[in-house]
């Protein structure tokens, strides 16, 4: 049970959390992903697994196979919908709000779990705080992501339950969850496996008497960590010869040793060195932004309520006439100091002998270490964010009043202050989703699924995407198949048709990894009936048009093989506005020899 102190405070924070889940819940029902990019082809694959293709030969992917068969298993239960998968989704926010509350209570106690089960749920779970969804756990961009977090938190419970009982079959268990997360992303299993790994290690040094015993965890481990890669290589090989299939499920690895990757400008924005003085000028503000909220909430704690109530006073004026750069500085800025807040934990809890916390803090910072300049919530922070955000809450709640020397009494308001303090952070959230999700009024539907877009007043594209949809499930013949490019497999999924190539997008990265030209031979010898040109500016990945900048081979075959049949909107990548264009196969076009792309 939570301490006594504040629980009535408490109590109603933890019910208004529930309550602002339910709202965001509610208002962004079939409105969270982006109705064009990303999120379609986490439909469109699990789809076209569970009619019997298979990955890696039929669909090309840089990721682990791990979640596009879950989904695809879904989809064979409970039919090819978007519902079932987001029911499904939400079983899985259910059980990381579980899990969160029972890792943390065993770390700190159950206030600390509430809080930070209550901090997943308003922070994360239902998030849209920027214009693009696809950046919350119920229809993620990635369910790679998503699944990969939810094994890791599955894996730190039985670390929990080791640590309590000392029984060595639960790293056994842990092993298997390693395989798991390994069949996901690279981002996801590497900060588990080192952070599990530095458990090992710590215990070994803590305890030198336990040495043998921590030497047959790992081996139990050890033992357990490839049955299920190695099912997947067995699946897979059925399919492609073995020595392919082993190359699939490692490429995301080999990938880390590609320094071309690394320079591409999508990861050095995410990482923040693009902007590096920007970024540390934005992380040191972040910081004093702390400090300042820190030093209030003492006086508060040490009742001094004049000098609080007249720092209050002003904080708040501050905040009245800077309204509009408050809240882009609560957005972008304030949780960059999240990577060295969690190193700096590690280190003061390992000297606190508190091994509990101390992982969770080292794995938060691994997680952090994609975005070590520039972290923040939104965007891919919904992911590798959540557990510095987590152990933040809690160490300010459970553990700040320590250093600080505040007497019962004293620790008390401080609690209660960082409660509400959270509490507004969550309303200020919660608020831009909204804001939001209101913006999606135009529904664009087909017979078996739906989502929202944005309105006129935001963009025309949610209006071009309901017509083009319209338009193909009208025109195209049943058994017609449909390259979208370069991205667009929700008109795919949507309705439902499927493109006849390994290559169902095509981004900068895309074609960093395997070049535009063997796209282009490989679409050339599947000979879609159709090809779809969606306008799309993939200016954050260095590249801004298909064509011109990029994919300049696949352009020139559609434009040489197909003929255009209707236009709705502007004409896509001409910068005027967004627009599809729809091309048919040519009749007089001969089918030209397949390429050999070890299909």
């Known amino acids: 049970m939570p301490h006594q102190e504040n629980k009535s405070l408490f109590t109603g924070v933890s019910a208004g959390s529930l309550f602002l889940s339910i709202i965001l819940l509610a208002a962004g029902w079939h409105k969270w992903p982006d109705a064009l990019f990303d999120y379609g082809y986490q439909l469109y694959y699990p789809w076209r697994l569970a009619s019997g293709e298979v990955l890696y030969k039929d669909l090309i992917t840089s990721y ?25 989704n939400l079983a899985i926010i259910s059980f990381l709000c579980l899990l969160a509350y029972r890792i943390f209570s065993s770390a700190a106690g159950s206030r600390a779990g509430q809080a930070a089960a209550a901090a997943f749920l308003v922070f994360f779970a239902f998030a849209h705080y920027r214009p693009v969804g696809n950046y919350n756990y119920v229809a993620p961009y990635s369910h790679e992501m998503v699944h990969g977090i939810f094994l890791s938190f599955l894996a730190f419970e039985l670390f929990m339950r080791y640590l309590r009982d000392g029984r060595s079959g639960h790293w056994a268990g842990i092993g298997l969850l390693l395989g798991c997360a390994f069949l996901t992303k690279v981002e996801i299993f590497l900060p588990l496996f080192i952070s599990l790994s530095a458990a090992h290690a710590a215990a070994a040094w803590r305890k030198p008497e336990a040495r043998r015993k921590t030497a047959l965890n790992a081996g139990l481990m050890a033992l357990a960590f490839p049955l299920v890669p190695l099912a997947f290589l067995w699946i897979l090989s059925a399919s492609m010869p073995p020595g392919r299939a082993a190359e699939e499920l490692l490429r995301q690895y080999a990938f880390l040793a590609d320094p071309g990757m690394r320079s591409l400008p ?19 503000a972040a910081v004093l932004v702390w400090l300042a909220a820190a030093a209030l909430l003492t006086l508060i704690a040490r009742r001094l309520p004049k000098a609080a109530i007249a720092a209050g006073a002003a904080a708040a004026l501050f905040i009245g006439v800077n309204h509009a750069a408050v809240e882009k500085f609560i957005l972008i800025d304030l949780f960059r100091p999240l990577p060295p807040a969690m190193l700096a934990l590690t280190v003061y809890w390992f000297y606190r002998r508190q091994p509990r916390l101390m992982i969770l803090a080292l794995f938060a910072f691994l997680f952090l270490s994609k975005m070590l300049l520039f972290a923040h919530l939104f965007h891919v922070g919904f992911v590798l964010a959540m557990p510095a955000t987590l152990v933040w809450v809690v160490f300010l709640l459970e553990e700040a009043p320590r250093p600080l020397r505040l007497d019962p009494g004293g620790a008390s308001r401080w609690r209660a202050g960082v409660i509400l303090l ?3 952070l969550a309303c200020f959230h919660g608020a831009v989703s909204l804001r939001w999700y209101a913006l999606k009024d135009v529904r664009i539907s087909s017979r078996e699924d739906y989502l929202y877009d944005y309105g006129p007043a935001v963009t025309t594209r949610g209006v071009v995407l309901r017509e083009t949809l319209e338009y193909l499930n009208a025109s195209l013949e049943r058994g017609d198949t449909l390259a979208v490019l370069p991205e667009g497999t929700m008109l795919n999924y949507l309705s439902r048709r499927r493109n006849p190539s390994r290559f169902a997008y095509w981004t900068p990265t895309e074609e960093r990894l395997y070049g535009d030209r063997l796209a282009a031979q490989e679409l050339e010898a599947s000979r879609p009936d159709y090809v779809l040109l969606v306008d799309r500016d993939a200016s954050e990945h260095g590249a801004r048009y298909f064509g011109k900048d990029y994919g300049k081979a696949i352009y020139d075959w559609v434009k040489r093989d197909y003929e255009a049949v209707r236009s709705i909107g502007e004409e896509p990548f ?4 967004f627009g599809v264009t729809v091309l048919k196969r040519a009749t007089a076009t001969a089918p030209r020899p397949a390429a050999a792309a070890g299909n």
């Open 64 to 88: 682990g196979p791990l979640s596009f068969y879950v989904n695809s298993l879904v989809f064979r239960l409970f039919g090819a919908r978007m519902d079932g998968l987001v029911c499904f």
């Open 422 to 424: 959270f509490a507004a």
């Open 574 to 577: 001409s910068g005027r506005g």
């Open 266 to 284: 999508f990861y050095r924005t995410v990482f923040g060195i693009d902007h590096f003085s920007a970024n540390l000028q934005g992380m040191l």
